[in-house]
């Protein structure tokens, strides 16, 4: 409950410290990018406080460059 | 608005020998002395090589887009879809990068000097910082790189003093016994900590250095710099703990700092190397992050970059405490997927955008 409020709290303040001169400047673009990462952070965020499973980059990684991965390590054999 | 921020060749070479050092001034020595036992000094001249090799092609590479990012330059390059392909891929490459360095840092802190503080409030304050740096510009952390850069070699010139009276000639002997081809391993894990992860600083090079010409020679004498300093860490961790405690330590350039004693005066002061590497470490990330962040910005036509560093700094805490589950996994990560993970972004795509330009250009001849 806490860690949520908290993470809130923080993208609160992240959008009221950034939007206002962003509208001010009229920069749409920026806005709509500001806010579809700010929601992403909000939502990643909120799953690792509560220990949820994060899907990780690195085992990803490791699937894709297999193939490169021993290529390079058996030349080194 | 930030497409005329210039730096200056000098404050350029600082940048990459900072980048440089970074976390191969911890982590080298363990690859080096796992691959090479006692010839690692032999190694990461070998790994200093290919630098400098490397180097030459991104001078050339350079050479071809002297107002541009590099991002840019693959769009102008390889066309609109195929351009931003490559530079999301090369943005996500950064953005990954600059979260395991973050693990690496934050693992550094809770495991040697603040085992009790909950490893995702050090990453908060680490990103914090390098978040004030982003949004400060490229013309101000170049600045204060130029401030901090004579603590970081005058701190690297005491540790490297005080250590002389522990060497022990014997502990890389005999030379030369493992051949040449350990020694190309050793020297190709090397590069991929150092001189492969510069490739952030094509984000800065030819477009926001004042002088092209001067700027190469910076790169190539920041490139040869960094590795004489990272030749001379691994070189006295081989001589001073021994291959086999060189290779068991988790970070033996700090260990090498615990050893300093002399007359019962100064002794444990490994916060030395310790503020040494937080301050190289921090321009390493920071430079990947300015990069990543510059980078979704021009892939995306925006006008500042400013707004994205709050949220993507969010995104990075996150990234940084799931992308490795803990230090062995880390360990057989770097060990195997990173090489040819790094060489994708720091020599294949350079490469493509080279044999590209060069195509082009003859092309236009005829």
Known sequence: ?77 | MFNNWKISPHQFEILVVMCFIGTSILFSPVDLATTVKQDAWLGAIAGNILGLFLVCLYNAVGNYFSNMTLIEYAESVLGKWLGKTLSLLYFSFLFINCSMILWIAGDFITTQITPEAPIQFTNTLFVLIVIMGTRLGLETFARAAEVLYPFVIGLLIILMIFVLPDIESKNIQPVFEYGIKPMIKGGLFYSSLSSLTLIPLMMIFPAHVNNLKEAKKSFLRGTLLGGFVIFLIVTLCILVLGQDMTARNAFPSYALAKKINIGNIIQRIEAIIAIIWFITTFYKMLLHFYGATLGLAQILNLKDYRPLTLPLGMILVVLSLVVFPNVTYAGIWNTTTWLPYVLTYGFFLPLLLLIVSLFRKSKKRI
């Open chain 1, 1 to 77: 409950m806490w860690p949520i409020l908290g993470i809130l709290t923080v993208a609160i303040g992240m959008t009221l410290y950034e939007v206002p001169s962003l509208v001010e400047r009229n920069l749409k673009r920026e806005l709509w990018v500001f806010f579809i990462l700010l929601i992403f952070g909000v939502i990643l965020s909120i799953a690792e406080s509560l220990n949820l499973d994060i899907p990780n980059p690195s085992d990803f990684l490791t699937v894709i460059y297999k193939p490169f991965t021993d290529f390079i390590l058996n030349i080194f054999k």
